[in-house]
Nanobody, 124 residues
Framework: QVQLVESGGGLVQTGGSLRLSCAASGRSFSGNAMGWFRQAPGKEREFVAAINWSGGSTRYADSVKGRFTISRDIAKSTVYLQMNTLKFEDTAVYYC?????????????????WGQGTQVTVSS
C-alpha cells in the first residue's frame, strides 16, 4: 500500500520557520517528481513547490520563492519543505504529492499520490 505521510506542521509566529517532512512507503518514487501543495479554508489547493527525481531541479510558486526550500533524500524516501520567514497568509494544510512521471507539474491533477496533510498555522 502506497503511503505519503507528512509531519512537522504546527503553530509558529510570523517570521518563524518550520520544516515539513514527507515519508513515502509502499513503492519507490526515486524516478518521480515530488511536490508540496497547500489549501487554506475556502480556497482551492495551490502549488507550493516541486522537485525532480534527482533533486537537482526545483520549482516554486512566486508567493514562496526565496523563503521556502524543497529537498529530497532519495535513500530515505523523504521529501522536505523548509519554510522560513513565514507569513500569516502561509497558514494552510500542506500536502505532499507524488507525480506519476518526472514532470514538476503545478496542477494537482498531475499528481497520483497524496498524503493526508499537515496543518501549518502562522500567528500574526
Amino acid at each position: 500500500q502506497v503511503q505519503l505521510v507528512e509531519s512537522g506542521g504546527g503553530l509558529v509566529q510570523t517570521g518563524g520557520s518550520l520544516r515539513l517532512s514527507c515519508a513515502a512507503s509502499g513503492r519507490s518514487f526515486s524516478g518521480n517528481a515530488m511536490g508540496w501543495f497547500r489549501q487554506a479554508p475556502g480556497k482551492e489547493r495551490e502549488f507550493v513547490a516541486a522537485i525532480n527525481w534527482s533533486g537537482g531541479s526545483t520549482r516554486y510558486a512566486d508567493s514562496v520563492k526565496g523563503r521556502f526550500t524543497i529537498s529530497r533524500d532519495i535513500a530515505k524516501s523523504t521529501v522536505y519543505l523548509q519554510m522560513n520567514t513565514l507569513k500569516f497568509e502561509d497558514t494552510a494544510v500542506y500536502y505532499c504529492a507524488a507525480s506519476g512521471s518526472r514532470g514538476m507539474f503545478v496542477l494537482p491533477r498531475n499528481y497520483d499520490y497524496w498524503g493526508q496533510g499537515t496543518q501549518v498555522t502562522v500567528s500574526s
